[in-house]
């Protein structure tokens, strides 16, 4: 059974709580059980599913726990489906490392220009996890598109991030795990 992250209240101490729940869970992922192996032949090609192994096991159980989320809310749509299961994949192969998240977090609400300036490019090398991780949905929209993802896939991961626009339903599902 999934461990429930603590009350997430915007700001102050709830919050606090939940991004060290986040930490855990990336630290302690649940392993990939044959159901799981089952969902992702399922939803996805063989390419697709080269792409998700890409991913670390933590983004990896994300992922899957997005799709069962969407799964319990009554969503069927196989393109909405995939994209659960991929939406994160542009930080997959090392791209985004979790010493990466915490400054993202952090420049996000106390620096938001220093993170605009520290992400606007790949280059220099250091530079790159937080220009990967920033950018991560327009990388996986192109690495699926790569993979022979539908062109509706390929929309909805790059627009994951965004409450009003077509991955409405998988924003709303991955911003509340």
């Known amino acids: 059974m999934k461990p429930s992250p603590p009350a997430v209240a915007r700001g102050g101490l709830g919050h606090a709580a939940y991004r060290v729940w986040q930490v855990w869970r990336h630290l302690t992922p649940r392993p990939l059980y044959p159901q799981d192996r089952a969902v992702l032949k399922a939803h996805l090609p063989p390419a697709?599913?080269?792409?998700?192994?890409?991913?670390?096991?933590?983004?990896?159980?994300?992922?899957?726990?997005?799709?069962?989320?969407?799964?319990?809310?009554?969503?069927?749509?196989?393109?909405?489906?995939?994209?659960?299961?991929?939406?994160?994949?542009?930080?997959?192969?090392?791209?985004?490392?979790?010493?990466?998240?915490?400054?993202?977090?952090?420049?996000?609400?106390?620096?938001?220009?220093?993170?605009?300036?520290?992400?606007?490019?790949?280059?220099?090398?250091?530079?790159?996890?937080?220009?990967y991780a920033w950018r991560h949905a327009d990388v996986g929209a192109e690495l699926a598109a790569a993979a022979g993802m539908s062109p509706r896939v390929v929309l909805l991961i790059r627009a994951h991030h965004r409450a009003d626009g077509p991955a409405a339903e998988l924003h709303a599902v991955d911003d509340a795990l």
Request: with cysteine; charged share 25%; glycine share 8%.
């Open 48 to 131: 697709g599913r080269t792409l998700f192994a890409t991913m670390s096991p933590a983004d990896q159980r994300h992922s899957l726990d997005v799709w069962a989320a969407l799964r319990a809310r009554g969503y069927e749509d196989p393109d909405l489906l995939a994209a659960a299961l991929l939406h994160d994949c542009g930080k997959g192969a090392g791209r985004v490392r979790l010493w990466v998240r915490p400054p993202i977090v952090l420049l996000r609400a106390f620096a938001p220009g220093a993170l605009r300036w520290l992400t606007r490019a790949a280059n220099p090398w250091w530079r790159r996890p937080f220009y």
